[in-house]
Structure formats: structure tokens, C-alpha cells
């Protein structure tokens, strides 16, 4: 399954399936990506960072896909497990000069649930 | 489990009360962050300490005073809150203040009343 940031807050997949969570994203100058995870009761979990001179990066199970064209950002969850199912948040970073600089913006999150 | 403590993990005060909120890292990092989490919106920064000395305020209200006494402790005085201060207090921390993982903690649920 799929969502698409703000539009699609919610996104439920089956147990063992591939799970597609998409992110829109802000600037196009910005330098830096990252996936949190965070479970209830937690505080957010880091999953995966890209740079923006790569277009793919793939760590355990999961995999970020950055497009700089349509300023899109993607993490793809493989064989998706019960612990899997919390609320995933992308994070950019703006350009030196630009703002806060230094520090992340997140976006508002997807809930991911897992079905049995 | 990540490094990063923070207590209480729940706090309920009235909006004339004075309390503190205390995070302690134990990573090594030279960065440490305040962030507010309210029900349906995005991680709102709110302060940000490189090296111990405060790098960015995001225009928040006086009400909380951040402390940094030294790379491994983080504090955020509260004061005078409103109801709408209601959130989750999320404490982070990175190695250093730029393009990094930021370890964060289990945030402090504030409730005011």
C-alpha cells in the first residue's frame, strides 16, 4: 500500500506485505532526509537518512528513494511485521543560510497499521 | 534505550505553577534539543544548544526558559503555562548540530491545567 503524506494520514497493510510511505518535502535546496519511527508511548526512532546527492539508500528492511525532480521522499518497508505498525515521520534539513540552518523539519506523519 | 532520559514522563500543573523538565544524555553528543509535540501536527523545534551555548530559539514564548549547564544535561523551565501548552516535550540529542541522527527520548506528557 501507499500514502501520501497530509492527504493519507492512515495506511494499513497486510502482514508480509511491502509498505510505501511517501513525503512530500518543503525545499528543494534542502540537504538531508530522515525517517523516524515512533511507536505509542515513545519517543521517535531513527530509521534511515539519505543525502541529497544520492537518489537510494537501503538499510535492514528498509529502503529511502529520494526525488529531487518532484521533491518526493519514499521509505519502503519490506515483509511488513506487526512491529512494523506506529507512526513514521520524514525530516529534512534546509540549505546553510536558510532558516533554521541547522535543524530538521518534520513533516506531520503516516500511521502505519499492520493486519494479521 | 536510546541514551536519552528524560523525567518526569508525566507532569500535570496548574497554569500558575513553576516546574522543570530535565533530559540527561549519556552518548557523548554535543548537541541537545527541546522539541513540542502536539496531537496531529508536526515535531515543532523549540530550542536547540550546541557545545552548550543556545543556537536557535524558534520564537518561543518566555514561558519556557531552556538551561543547558553542560553537554549532558538539558533543561526547560516552565512558568505561567496555558492549556494550549498541553504536549508531548520531546528532548533529543545528536553528535553535533548539523546533518545527523537525532537521538531522541521518551518526552515528558505535559497536561495544564
Known amino acids: 500500500g501507499e500514502s501520501v503524506g497530509l492527504h493519507l494520514p492512515t495506511l494499513s497493510v497486510q502482514e508480509g506485505d511491502n509498505s510505501i510511505i511517501n513525503c512530500a518535502y518543503s525545499n528543494s535546496a534542502s540537504d538531508y532526509f530522515i525517517w523516524y519511527k515512533q511507536e505509542s508511548g515513545k519517543g521517535p526512532q531513527f530509521i534511515i537518512d539519505?543525502?541529497?546527492?544520492?537518489d537510494k539508500r537501503q538499510g535492514q528492511r528498509v529502503t529511502v528513494l529520494l526525488n529531487k525532480t518532484v521533491k518526493h521522499l519514499s521509505l519502503q518497508i519490506a515483509a511488513t511485521q506487526p512491529g512494523d505498525s506506529a507512526v513514521y515521520f520524514c525530516a529534512e534539513r534546509f540549505p546553510p543560510g536558510e532558516g533554521s540552518a541547522r535543524q530538521l523539519t518534520f513533516g506531520s506523519g503516516t500511521q502505519l497499521t499492520v493486519l494479521p | 534505550e536510546t541514551g536519552v532520559t528524560q523525567t518526569p514522563r508525566h507532569l500535570v500543573m496548574g497554569m500558575t505553577n513553576k516546574k522543570s523538565l530535565k533530559c540527561e544524555q549519556h552518548l557523548g553528543h554535543n548537541a541537545m534539543y527541546w522539541y513540542k509535540q502536539s496531537a496531529k501536527k508536526p515535531l515543532e523545534l523549540m530550542f536547540v544548544?550546541?557545545?552548550?551555548?543556545?543556537?536557535e530559539n524558534n520564537s518561543v514564548p518566555s514561558r519556557f526558559s531552556p538551561e543547558c549547564p553542560n553537554s549532558s544535561h538539558l533543561f526547560l523551565h516552565l512558568h505561567t503555562l496555558q492549556p494550549e501548552d498541553s504536549a508531548l516535550y520531546l528532548c533529543?540529542?545528536?553528535?553535533?548540530?548539523?546533518?545527523?541522527?537525532?537521538?531522541f527520548g521518551p518526552g515528558t506528557r505535559l497536561t495544564v491545567l
Open positions: 533529543a540529542s545528536s553528535l553535533f548540530a548539523g546533518p545527523t541522527e537525532q537521538f
Open positions: 539519505i543525502r541529497s546527492n544520492m
Open positions: 544548544y550546541s557545545l552548550e551555548e543556545r543556537v
